[in-house]
């Protein structure tokens, strides 16, 4: 197999041997790969710095198996983020190595991952961002939440209303306290995240429970290391250490 200029988002990288890396990426038309950027690490190497996690790249690779070998590389964006919407940035790709397997085409994730790391760079709420991300990836793997109908019944959802939400029920109208796996969301969250505008930020938050409460099941019961890390550093900074410096509690992913 050889592939050239493939549009590609890295998504991981690890040091391996003692000059090369080990590269997970997101190609457009190849769907997930693994690479091995060979001599990459070496002080004069033409590739050096260039590898870098969410740095949109055109690559071109070489080989058969579960790895094949990088054999050139053009830039197309490299995402300066920090803060939170760097934290927002390896989240998104943690959810595609996690859920997508290797050499399984979705142009619409690549496509879908590319948006979000360009709205991140451009200033974009990571919490808000995510919502958007987290539902497109759902739809497309078919794992999709019904946002705009209920699972019951069948009913239009409604801005006034709400709902309970559980992965293996769906949703379904709010009434009494519901059952202990469900997450309540307004009906004004559902239509916000169907229309790609939430009007306040309780709906905010509501989505990312609702999108959270849909993703688990998907995981294997192994947490995000990326979520981990950032409930670590909000942790850290809660501690008032001056040395803290991590993304605000109210923007949380």
Known sequence: MRVELSPTIILHRRAWRDTSFL?????????RIGLVAKGARRPKSRWRGLLEPLAALQLSWSGRGELYTLTDIETLRRHALSGNAL????????????LIARD????????????LLAALSDGAPAIVALRFFERDLLDELGY?????????????????ADYFYDAELGLRRAHGQG??????VSGAA?????????????????ARALMQAAIAPHLGGRPL????????MQAFKASGSPAASAPSSGDRQ
């Open 104 to 115: 399984d085409p979705h142009p619409a994730i690549h496509d879908s991952l590319s948006a």
């Open 190 to 206: 559902l239509i916000g995240l169907v229309e790609g505008r939430f009007p306040g930020r309780a709906q905010v938050h509501e």
């Open 23 to 31: 590269i997970e990426a997101l190609s457009r038309e190849h769907g």
């Open 225 to 232: 290391k990326s979520v981990e890390t950032l409930k670590a």
């Open 87 to 98: 934290m927002a940035g390896f989240y998104a790709c943690e959810l595609v190595l996690r």
């Open 179 to 184: 059952q202990a796996d469900d997450v309540r």
């Open 144 to 160: 999709g939440v019904p946002l705009d109908t209920t699972s019951d019944s069948g009913e239009a959802v409604v801005a006034d």
